[in-house]
């Protein structure tokens, strides 16, 4: 594949990791916000779905797209913003592992609060405070991480 062809993908990836991330955040946030138990069953479900078809595999394909570009362009991984933008992206990725567990644990309390026709229990709201400030240093991390990769600079 051409260095240009494999930058347009990891270019590309970034933006459907970052669009859905950010994307995903904002309507599962107003989800919650609404109180509204079906609004916020369906947006948890939907934001679950989003994570398995765009956000794992761009999670995935960024790291491996990066090394092959560095290695192409022949620029060492140590050099500082590729490994600064490593360490970052590792960080975010400990901040996400468990936000995909959150996820699919709030999905399954909202479908079961739903079913049952009850309200969402004091686990959810725990669990939606933690997926909130697990996505903050997490989303702040991609941002630098972006901001490294089109400056490639430090």
């Not at 399954?108 to 903050?136: H, I, P, Q």
């Amino acid at each position: 594949m051409s260095y240009l062809a494999l930058k347009y993908l990891h270019i590309l990836s970034m933006v459907l990791l970052f669009g859905t991330g950010l994307g995903s955040a904002f309507y599962k946030w107003m989800a919650d916000r609404s109180r509204n138990l079906e609004h916020i069953a369906i947006t948890n479900r939907n934001v679950v779905l989003a994570d398995w078809i765009f956000t794992t595999p761009t999670v995935i394909f960024q790291p491996v797209s990066g090394v092959w570009l560095a290695y192409l362009a022949g620029i060492p991984l140590s050099t500082g913003w590729i490994l600064i933008s490593l360490v970052l992206y590792v960080f975010a990725g400990a901040c996400w592992v468990p936000v995909v567990w959150l996820q699919i644990r709030m999905s399954k309390l909202a479908n079961t609060a739903l079913e049952n026709e009850s309200s969402l229990n004091d686990d959810y709201w725990k669990y939606a405070r933690m997926w909130f400030w697990l996505g903050v240093p997490a989303f702040v991390s991609m941002v630098l991480v972006v901001f490294l990769m089109v400056f490639k600079s430090i």
